[in-house]
């Protein structure tokens, strides 16, 4: 009898997030393919990406990089990406001397250019290191993208676009993000090998 307690909650859960992402797709999908727009334009006349995010929106941060510099579906070109999350020492001296807070900001001076885009990942939209970053890739004149939930908190009104997942609870922001993540990284290997 727990058993079966126990594989209804399961299911109930994969519903939960079969919902979010319903949810994401209704509300997000023109959001979700102007974003590959940009990160397309960037690549294609020699811009790079770069990602930022705390915690689970760092691995976010590795795993989009990892996607376009290595592939996503299709053998083509390494796209210029970049994780903010990756340099232990960089990240340690700058939360060191200057403040965790300047921990992605110090990188977006040192390797943004006007032409690249950041996509900048935060769940509650309210990291401060993160939306540091947004910041100063603005005043560089780099476009911004955010990822975010619910109503995106700062970060919303901080970048030039910024996709939501429904709700408020972190993992089903995740697993939304990770989704929205994947339709770009797949809409932008699919138009550079087209063109």
């Known amino acids: 009898m727990k058993q079966n307690k126990e594989i ?3 299911k109930a859960e ?3 997030s079969s919902f979010a992402l319903q949810q994401t797709a209704v509300l997000q999908a023109a959001n979700i393919h102007q974003a590959a727009v940009m990160v397309y334009k960037a690549l294609k006349t020699g811009g790079k990406l770069l990602i930022c995010g705390n915690g689970g929106s ?3 941060s590795q ?5 376009l510099v290595v592939r996503f579906q299709k053998e083509r070109k390494a ?6 999350t990756t340099d232990t020492s960089l990240l340690t001296a700058a939360a060191n001397d200057h403040g965790f807070g300047t921990i992605f900001s110090r990188q977006v001076e040192a390797l943004g250019k006007k032409g690249d885009v950041l996509l900048a990942i935060s769940t509650s939209g309210n990291s401060a290191n993160v939306l540091k970053a947004v910041q100063a ?5 780099l476009a911004t993208i955010g990822l975010s939930g619910g109503t995106g908190g700062k970060l919303n009104k901080a970048c030039h676009l910024c996709l939501l997942a429904p709700g408020d609870i972190t993992c089903r922001i995740q697993e939304c993000h990770l989704a929205m993540e994947h339709v770009i990284c797949d809409l932008v290997e699919g138009w550079i090998g087209k063109k």
């Open 8 to 10: 209804q909650a399961v």
């Open 14 to 16: 994969l519903y939960k």
């Open 58 to 60: 760092a691995a976010d």
């Open 63 to 67: 795993h989009v990089a990892t996607e």
């Open 79 to 84: 796209l210029a990406a970049l994780s903010l």
């Open 137 to 141: 890739a603005r005043k560089l004149g």
